[in-house]
């Protein structure tokens, strides 16, 4: 069951990208926060209310610090999207675990002292190759971008993912308080709407339509969707396979690309991105291994 929820939070996460790259013609990223959040909290609201969940809380800090890395991941993502094409934006999103991977690297690195006599740290060999392979398959994936000038927008989509990992790692602590995901949802999406005001008041509100405002509303429901499955999925104790099960989104996000953008992705970036997904299911497999204990993803 815990795949189902990975695999059912990668396609509302994906299609809501499609949302996204439609509506950003209209809309700054600022604006969509805003909109996501507000019109998410709204749905998480009504669902708590269903379900009879108090969304009082005793970890108001943990929610904040899980707000503030979440909507900054989320605004470089929405910036990603509406500038390169959807499969980019989508896969680099997710090098979250190829981030993880460093994080964890650098760290047994430095704790490391070569004066004591001792090897290098068990697997952190291995590991590392898995985040050389991941940034590897990033080059081949912004090659294009590049030749078409937008390597800005490819360096803030390789942001959005390293954002994203701190996110997630909080996701998994709040959940390790019991934490309902319901709540968790909610007090992001009351994070991303605070944020997305603050920055729509400095840079302005775009002109209204609603035709294009029509877009907003399946975004934020998707979104809301997308987090409570996710969160739902890594707050039970998630396996390997749900862990690794996240990278279908970056298989939903390429056949969006094709089928509704008509995007091209040359051969090179295609390797790219069948790496990044190798590289960032090994190192899963790889820091389990090391820690059995531990649950397979620590998002």
């Not at 997630?168 to 909610?186: D, I, K, N, S």
């Not at 531990?294 to 998002?299: T, V, Y």
Request: net charge positive.
């Amino acid at each position: 069951m815990q795949a189902l929820w990975m695999l059912a939070a990668s396609l509302f996460f994906a299609t809501m990208a499609v949302c996204i790259k439609v509506a950003s013609a209209w809309f700054h990223p600022a604006e969509l926060i805003f909109w996501r959040g507000l019109l998410g909290m709204g749905v998480m609201a009504v669902w708590a209310r269903s379900r009879r969940t108090s969304l009082a809380t005793h970890y108001p800090w943990m929610h904040a610090w899980r707000s503030l890395v979440g909507v900054l991941a989320l605004g470089a993502w929405f910036y990603a999207i509406a500038g390169l094409p959807l499969a980019t934006a989508m896969t680099l999103n997710y090098m979250s675990s190829v981030w993880i991977a460093a994080f964890l690297v650098g760290g047994a690195l430095v704790a490391w002292n070569p004066r004591s006599g001792s090897g290098l740290p068990a697997r952190q060999g291995p590991l590392a190759l898995t985040v050389l392979a991941g940034f590897a398959g990033v080059l081949m994936m912004l090659r294009p971008t590049i030749e078409q000038h937008q390597v800005f927008a490819g360096l803030v989509g390789l942001l959005s993912g390293m954002l994203s990992a701190f996110a997630y790692l909080q996701v998994m602590a709040l959940g390790r308080t019991g934490e309902p995901e319901v709540r968790t949802v909610f007090y992001f999406a009351a994070g991303s709407t605070v944020a997305g005001a603050i920055g729509t008041l400095l840079t302005g509100w775009s002109p209204w339509d609603w035709g294009h405002a029509l877009w907003l509303l399946p975004m934020a429901v998707l979104a809301s969707l997308g987090q409570w499955c996710m969160t739902r999925a890594y707050s039970h104790g998630p396996t390997l396979l749900v862990a690794n099960l996240q990278y279908s989104g970056i298989v939903f996000g390429a056949l969006y690309s094709l089928v509704l953008f008509g995007d091209r992705i040359p051969p090179g970036g295609w390797a790219g991105m069948a790496l990044i997904c190798a590289s960032g299911i090994a190192g899963t497999i790889l820091r389990a291994r090391a820690a059995p204990d531990a649950p397979a993803e620590e998002h």
